[in-house]
Structure formats: structure tokens, C-alpha cells
């Protein structure tokens, strides 16, 4: 099992910034793959982007070149650095943890709002 504590949420101003951070109760090392999942009112959750345990990365085609994914394994935390925000990024952002692929975790999800 896993334990995932999001934060960094909250409300930006559109072209603004802001990081999310997700700390795991376990080394990031055992996990295959850690990511960030979204869902805005009314939709589907979706991939915003992911992290495999060697270190590859995949993004979501709306974030490409405005969102990073990043990790630091000494403090096992998984974090998404969101820049050039816009309105449609609103959602709440899930970070997630698949120890395989029938065991995934999911965190309580945080709230990101862009808006003027």
C-alpha cells in the first residue's frame, strides 16, 4: 500500500503559476509510476502527466510545454510545476501511484482554479 498527501492547490490568476506537490509514504523506487490526473466539472479524469520509476515522462497533449513533472526521491514527493495557466486547467488534481496494475492509489485530490 501507499499513502499519497497532495498540496499546493489553490487559486491563480490566468498566465499565472503554481506547484503541486505529492509526498508518498513510500520509497518513490517501489512505485512504477507516479502521476497527475485531473477532473474538471462534468468530465472524464485525465492524465495531466506521469513519472515511471526510471525517470520517463508523459504529458497530457493540453499541458505539453506548459506543465514539468519532476521528482525528488530522497524526499519521496512527486511534484507538477503548472505555468501559463488557463481557465480550462480548473479541475481537481489527483495525484496518483501504480504499485502495479492492479494496485493503484489515488490521493484526496487538490483544487486548482484559474481565473480573473
Known amino acids: 500500500q501507499v499513502q499519497l498527501v497532495e498540496s499546493g492547490g489553490g487559486l491563480v490568476q490566468p498566465g499565472g503559476s503554481l506547484r503541486l506537490s505529492c509526498a508518498a509514504s513510500?520509497?518513490?523506487?517501489?512505485?512504477?509510476?507516479m502521476g497527475w490526473y485531473r477532473q474538471a466539472p462534468g468530465k472524464q479524469r485525465e492524465l495531466v502527466a506521469a513519472?515511471?520509476?526510471?525517470?520517463?515522462?508523459n504529458y497530457g497533449d493540453s499541458v505539453k510545454g506548459r506543465f514539468t513533472i519532476s521528482r525528488d526521491t530522497f524526499k519521496k514527493t512527486v511534484y507538477l510545476q503548472m505555468n501559463s495557466l488557463k481557465p480550462e486547467d480548473t479541475a481537481v488534481y489527483y495525484c496518483?501511484?501504480?504499485?502495479?496494475?492492479?494496485?493503484?492509489?489515488w490521493g484526496q485530490g487538490t483544487q486548482v482554479t484559474v481565473s480573473s
Open positions: 496518483n501511484a501504480e504499485l502495479s496494475k492492479q494496485s493503484v492509489y
Open positions: 513510500r520509497s518513490l523506487f517501489s512505485i512504477n509510476a
Open positions: 513519472v515511471a520509476k526510471g525517470g520517463s515522462t
